[in-house]
């Protein structure tokens, strides 16, 4: 899809930006909800944010992505104050002595779509208009930061007792493990800054118009529901997405464990599915959808994103339960994620799957 | 005991220091051994290191403990390279953009008393003779800075591989509770660089004249093993201890849990205890003696020490293991562990045992 270019977050932009990024978090990456009532509170008292092109940074700007980190389940009862992704930044600004000249979305999902956005708002810092992943994803390293040898560290994590901690590991899987020991003993949700880069690092590294691509999505969600038609049909035509399934939700088995929430879901068909099973797997973000007779039909890293047959609204993975009807989506990823490195970091195998990756389009011909 | 005061620690001296520093550690603190071959190694290096009484620094001098951290059971399979000591005291040095004018030592046994002789002539610093307990103990906040509220932030953890974290917390118990997670995530040990202090704060806070007491202990089991004679009588009289019991090891349990060695040994009665059982609770560090009626012998912060009645040698609750013939000592602790605030930390009580503190004078008068 050939996405609007947004150029600044208003008020009114934040409903769709959070409807977007539910639907690109692919269920993980938290409730975007929370976020956008951050963000919202924050250009009511500081106006809008500037949404910047990555080649209009200069090559020496500083930028830094600011992230909650945790398990979604965790979050939706963990609210943050509001002022601790801020106090992160400032930490990272502090222990860096330099000033950030713009922030970004470390995922393009869920609500660190939204932080980011309030963390900008406050300190009056313009957004870039792309993120780390074109999606969501649970750990920390799978960012295209990490395929172009970009460190996490310094990195600040932090929590809303004040606590906080500066991380300087050896390579970001390392920091991913630190910080999410660290995220445990925070009660199970932190603030955190990181990948501090260059504007010439941006430049390389970040995957590009994902704000305006959130928006847009969004935009289509809003527009729907409001005329009271299920945004399913243009979704699929606009983002040329692949309709996988239909049916309702007949079980969910989730636990929260080493920092993640984890679990399945099954989906009884309906329609056209009527008498196939499809199941999701899911550690934060949806992974992989396979029938019932281990047909595997979509996989990490390719989006599997969830529509309430009734509302049209995006279904996180914490929010999924028995008796939801559902459609579910497939996405082809961003094609960095494709290559040999990207896979290495989000491939299925990386999860413990014992399945070689293929494209999207190709199982679904 | 009066100790001779050592105003330096020459190669010849190690030795000694090692096994005091086994004597005092009661059980915890990690085998010196592989302190003092760090020490002898820095010692033949860059010459003896200076003992400074904490009364001849400046107010304003920067005083900086430096230690391991970790279950001694994972530190005897883990060894130090050698140079993360020194690593993570200049990582603090860079973080508070302040040279330290001394080192020294957050505990009085153990390997934490040999591993800050090895950093100070490393790093042509002088040691303060004194520490942060009198012993040792198992968790960061149990020394005597706690009690005169000095934080032991912000604090550096690094480990071998090239990891290192600066922490800033909001009090010395989660310091400790981010600290043990971390150590856990780096394998189990890590060295530490905690407690930055002025010399006000440290002449308020050190507990005086550690080094000197550990020094003249190991000198005593040094010439009494030397004249083949168990130094058990010349110590309890010296030291004014109460031997508590004289038995064989009939059992060890012994498991490494959460980032400690936790575990009991059973010792059975020889000679005048024939008939009788001792049991000792430790965790890292010999915290509780009783009998198997349950009478309680000696309990922490009180000082229990085990000698081998074979060597003389100091024993560990690493070390510790069936058939080992034992003498079992009690000290009495610092004052100031007797405080309700000394015993909030460090009594029986935090250590989860329903038990009252009674002095071991008292118990065994």
Redesign the interface.
């Known amino acids: 899809m050939v996405a609007n270019p947004i150029t600044e977050i208003r008020l009114e932009d934040m409903d769709k930006i959070a409807l977007g990024g539910a639907f690109l978090g692919t269920g993980g990456g938290g409730d975007p909800y929370i976020g956008r009532l951050m963000s919202e509170q924050a250009i009511r008292e500081n106006g809008p944010v500037k949404v910047l092109d990555v080649d209009a940074l200069a090559d020496d700007a500083l930028v830094v992505p600011v992230a909650m980190m945790g398990a979604p389940t965790v979050l939706l009862e963990k609210l943050p104050r509001g002022d601790e992704a801020q106090a992160a930044l400032t930490s990272l600004e502090n ?1 860096l002595g330099h000033k950030a000249d713009a922030v970004f979305c470390i995922e393009a999902g869920g609500l660190n779509s939204t932080i980011p956005i309030a963390v900008a708002a406050s300190a009056g810092l313009p957004i870039i208009d792309g993120d780390g992943m074109g999606r969501a994803f649970p750990e920390l390293q799978m960012v295209s930061m990490t395929i172009h040898n970009i460190a996490a560290c310094p990195m600040v994590i932090a929590d809303e ?10 390579d970001n899987l ?1 920091t991913e ?2 910080a999410r ?2 995220t ?2 925070m009660g199970g949700a932190a603030l955190i800054a990181l990948y501090p880069m260059t504007g010439a690092e941006a430049k390389k590294a970040v995957l590009r118009g994902s704000l305006s691509l959130i928006h847009s999505i969004g935009k289509i969600i809003y527009d729907e529901q409001s005329a009271n038609r299920n945004p399913a049909e243009r979704l699929k035509s606009e983002l040329n997405g692949i309709s996988l399934f239909e049916g309702r939700v007949i079980d969910v088995e989730r636990r929260t464990e080493g920092g993640f929430a984890r679990g399945t879901a099954k989906i009884e068909g309906i329609g056209t599915h009527d008498g196939d099973t499809l199941i999701l797997r899911f550690q934060n973000e949806f992974l992989m959808a396979e029938t019932k007779q281990g047909e595997v039909r979509a996989m990490t890293p390719d989006l599997i994103c969830l529509l309430d047959l009734e509302t049209g609204s995006p279904i996180t993975t914490e929010q999924i339960r028995y008796g939801f009807r559902v459609i579910v989506f497939g996405l082809p990823c961003d094609p960095q994620w494709r290559s040999e490195k990207g896979l290495e970091l989000v491939g299925p195998r990386y999860f413990g799957y014992d399945q070689e990756y293929a494209p999207i389009e190709s199982i679904n011909c």
């Open positions: 222990y007792k004040g606590n906080s901690l500066v991380l300087n590991t050896v390392s493990k630190f020991v660290i445990v003993e």
